[in-house]
Each structure stands twice: as C-alpha cells, then as structure tokens.
T-cell receptor, first 113, second 116 residues
Framework: QQQVKQSPQSLIVQKGGISIINCAYE??????FPWYQQFPGKGPALLIA?????SEKKEGRFTISFNKSAKQFSLHIMDSQPGDSATYFC????????????FGAGTILRVKS | NAGVTQTPKFRILKIGQSMTLQCTQD?????MYWYRQDPGMGLKLIYY???????DKGEVPNGYNVSRSTTEDFPLRLELAAPSQTSVYFC???????????????FGNGTRLTVT
C-alpha cells in the first residue's frame, strides 16, 4: 500500500510551544522518511529526514521520532516561532520505488505570536 | 544558481484548450518529476523521468503528456483541459545517481492553473 496518512490537517500553536505532526504508513518496505516544508507561494523544500535504523533524529529545533513497530513517525518543532508557519508534508519511499516519494496530505501550521 | 524554474506562474484556461507548462533545471540532475498539489490531498506524482529520452507515468497521468529531450528541460503538456485539472503544478529534480536514491527533491515555485 503506497500511502502515508498525516494528521492533523491544521495546527495552531502559541509562540514558544511545541508543534507535533504525525504520520503513519502501511508498507513495511518504506525505508526513507523525509519531511518537507512549504511556505506560501513556494515549492516544498527538504527539512529533515530519517532512516528506520534510528529512532530519532534532531536538527536544531526540529526532531523526527520514528516508531518502526507502530509504523509511525512524527515531526516535533520545539520553541515554535512565527517563522515556522508553513505547510509540512511527511513522505516515504523505498529502494524498489526509486526516488518517487509518496507524500502525506500536509499539515498547515500557524504559530501565533 | 537558479535551481528549478517553472513558467508561467499563473494561467487560466478554458475547457478544451491545451497548454504546456515549462520546467528547466540548471543543476544537471538526471531525475525530474511533475507533481500536482490540491488542498488537503498532498502532492501527487503525474510523470517522472530518469534521464533524457526516458519518461514514465506516476500516480495520476491521465490528461497529461511529457517529453524529455534534454537533461535540463521537462515540459508538461495538458491536452483538452478539464476543470479537474485545476491545481498547482510543481516540477522537481534530484540527483539520484550513483545509487543515492534518497537524494532530496528540489522544487520549483509552481504554476497555478485554473480551468473554467
């Protein structure tokens, strides 16, 4: 099943709070899980990515948590800032599927100052 | 470095008209993709190409055609436009050579198309 389910559809967080976006998948062959960030009027850009051999990856205020047994992964944005307001997409791919990413539906994040 | 450039940025078509969305990249990437983005639906792959002269269908290819005569250019052709093709179209490229299949996608800024 080439599908990735993302929630919530939209999220409002106060400045300084933690933003959490969740994704789930069915195909256990998936072995690469990136998150893309998209600002209005722009194309998505890679934010952070993880492979299933680790349970967590952190880059600055952004952390991916990965639960292989539950087939779930999530993005945590610590100390959320108004500049983080954007649409976030999770995605997945596997070697036999080449570099063709399957994207989640997206989460619109708004950080209130 | 321009990256991935898409033209036009906006276009309104009447039902039944045709048009070509242009995409060019200056990063010498082998892999190129066309996605469409609809609200609440994420990005759906329309067509992709692994190199000049090689193209293949993605998830939602119906109503579209592509060609890849050069490494740089990957135009998307809409024939007989329909309201269901109203969307934002994104072109992307990646350097997935040497077995590095999980190279990041580099996206253009999109073409917003309305079919009425």
């Amino acid at each position: 099943q080439q599908q990735v389910k993302q929630s919530p559809q939209s999220l409002i967080v106060q400045k300084g709070g933690i933003s959490i976006i969740n994704c789930a998948y069915e195909n256990t062959a998936f072995d690469y899980f990136p998150w893309y960030q998209q600002f209005p009027g722009k194309g998505p850009a890679l934010l952070i990515a993880i492979r299933p051999d680790v349970s967590e990856k952190k880059e600055g205020r952004f952390t991916i948590s990965f639960n292989k047994s539950a087939k779930q992964f999530s993005l945590h944005i610590m100390d959320s800032q108004p500049g983080d307001s954007a649409t976030y997409f999770c995605a997945a791919s596997h070697m036999e599927y080449g570099n063709k990413l399957v994207f989640g539906a997206g989460t619109i994040l708004r950080v209130k100052s | 470095n321009a990256g991935v450039t898409q033209t036009p940025k906006f276009r309104i078509l009447k039902i039944g008209q045709s048009m070509t969305l242009q995409c060019t990249q200056d990063m010498n990437h082998n892999y190129m993709y066309w996605y469409r983005q609809d609200p609440g639906m994420g990005l759906k792959l329309i067509y992709y190409s692994v190199g000049a002269g090689i193209t293949d269908k993605g998830e939602v290819p119906n109503g579209y055609n592509v060609s890849r005569s050069t490494t740089e250019d990957f135009p998307l052709r809409l024939e007989l436009a329909a309201p269901s093709q109203t969307s934002v179209y994104f072109c992307a490229s990646s350097d997935a050579g040497l077995g590095v299949y999980n190279s990041p996608l580099h996206f253009g800024n999109g073409t917003r198309l309305t079919v009425t």
